[in-house]
């Protein structure tokens, strides 16, 4: 059971916008953590696609977003593309000062 | 950013110990927090420990609290996972990455499989 909780799996058609949810609670998210977004192909390493909540790294296109409110997170894909089919992970700092990440989303072009 | 580069994975029986390593190049190492995060086959990320630059501060997760210790050489800009009683369910590819609050973890290394059984 993952402290942060993401969608099992979401879907798209390409062209269409899809939204990742991320909830935590007021040990974590709502604590004023940071929020990063990571998306991982199969047998690869993850890679890092959103930062602070809503900054993305160089080379990260515009399509991908994020964004938060009090207790929770959202990662936004807006023009899906084929290559975007992936899993996706939320993850945050709590007040144990360890790391939590959230159970991940994987993510269907149709 | 980098690179991180692990070693050390392999076939060991439960109750048996390995230790991987992970050499850091293209930042300064000592500048950062170091993590291990492991992926069990199928399954999510799970964050299992970190250590500061300095090393002042450890952290676990329950999972493998006493049985796992992270360690660190800043002049070799090697990472380490001493695991010591294997179980099954450790079985996982164990990826080292560097972290920071704000940034979070910006470079991963490839990952080195671990796989526990008699």
């Known amino acids: 059971q993952s402290v942060l909780t993401q969608p099992p799996s979401v879907s798209g058609a390409p062209g269409q916008r899809v939204t990742i949810a991320c909830a935590g609670d007021?040990?974590?998210?709502?604590?004023?953590?940071?929020v990063h977004w990571y998306q991982q192909f199969p047998g690869t390493a993850p890679k890092l696609l959103i930062y602070g909540d809503n900054n993305r790294p160089s080379g990260v296109p515009d399509r991908f977003s994020g964004s938060r409110s009090a207790t929770s997170a959202s990662l936004v894909i807006t023009g899906l593309q084929a290559e975007d089919e992936a899993d996706y992970y939320c993850q945050s700092s709590d007040n144990t000062l360890s790391v939590v990440f959230g159970g991940g989303t994987k993510l269907t072009v149709l | 950013e980098g690179q991180l580069v692990e070693s050390g994975g392999g076939l060991v029986q439960p109750g048996g110990s390995l230790r991987l390593s992970c050499v850091a190049s293209?930042?300064?190492?000592?500048?950062?927090?170091m993590h291990w995060v492991r992926q069990a086959p199928g399954r999510g990320l799970e964050w299992i420990t970190s250590?500061?630059?300095?090393?002042?501060?450890?952290a676990y997760a329950d999972s493998v609290k006493g049985r796992f210790t992270i360690s660190r050489d800043n002049a070799k800009n090697t990472l380490y996972l001493h695991m010591n009683s294997l179980r099954t369910e450790d079985a996982a590819l164990y990826f080292c990455?560097?972290?920071?609050?704000?940034?979070?973890?910006?470079?991963w290394g490839q990952g080195t499989r671990v796989t526990v059984s008699s």
């Open positions: 250590i500061t630059w300095n090393t002042h501060a450890l």
């Open positions: 990455a560097k972290y920071s609050l704000s940034y979070g973890f910006d470079t």
């Open positions: 293209g930042f300064t190492f000592d500048d950062y927090a």
């Open positions: 007021i040990s974590n998210i709502g604590t004023g953590y940071d």
